[in-house]
């Protein structure tokens, strides 16, 4: 089954894409790795996110590798390092990127945490790839509430169009005030470590109702986040058989009972919380 989501500029996507980090590291796994991938976007896996900061480059070059010759099949997602995130820098980072991509545009260009550099002179920098043609558009990723709501008095930031943030059923702080408010924006949330890095699936109740579907654990956590509106999970998987099975993580529907047991296990948030960041 396949679920999209819409950027306020009306592109859609789909809901759940794949991760990278740490891919491309371990060159005894890169021919399994580029596999995976290949396979993920057979089967719809289509959005790609990395980062110039995963393996010093290594990430976006095997994602190059893989994209070489169906770069149209997929929706590119890039990070710049907060501090490369300058107007001086952020352009030559950007080449850098495009260039171990093996592509000459990303989709979607994120600044990866605020660093030194004022959020001001990040948006301009971002405005200018977008006059050339390098990115389609941009966004942030582990803005809390505060620096979010900091960022829309910027002249140009209400093009922001997404927040990429660390969101599954073990952290759902996001729930309480950032996924709402961006969800009235219509600004999707990217959902990272959406398994819990691998540790959520070793729970016993996740265990369980992926037992009652006859279903992999993690389908359950990745139907778990995107059950929210406006939700694009990006789950990192190195192996064809992981991919295949997160592939179909769409295709459960909790009932009232899972819904309620989940909740106990893992409860919402109930008032403001500090923002969970690896
Ligand atoms: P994750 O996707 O929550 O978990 C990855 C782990 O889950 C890996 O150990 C993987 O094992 C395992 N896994 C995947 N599918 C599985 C399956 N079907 N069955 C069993 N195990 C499975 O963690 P993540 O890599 O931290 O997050 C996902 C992506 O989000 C990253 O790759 C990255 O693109 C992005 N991210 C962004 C930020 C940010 O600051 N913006 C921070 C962290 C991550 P195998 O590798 O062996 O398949």
Known sequence: MTRLVTFADGTTVPALGQGTWEIGDDPAWRDEEQQALARGIDLGLTLIDTAELYGDGRSERLVGEVIAGRRDEVFLVSKVRPDNASEMKMMLACEKSLERLGTDRLDLYLLHWEGNVPLEETVEAFRELVDEGMIARWG??????????????????????????????GSRGVEFDLLPWMQARDMPMMAYSPLGRGELLEQPLIRDIANRHSADPAQVALAAVLRHDGVIAIPKASSVEHVEANADALEIQFDLEDIERLDEAFPPPTRETPLDII
């Open 140 to 169: 942030v990723s582990n803005l809390d509430m505060r620096t979010m709501e900091r960022l829309m008095e910027i002249e140009g930031a209400e093009d922001c169009a997404v927040n990429q943030l660390l969101y599954n059923l």
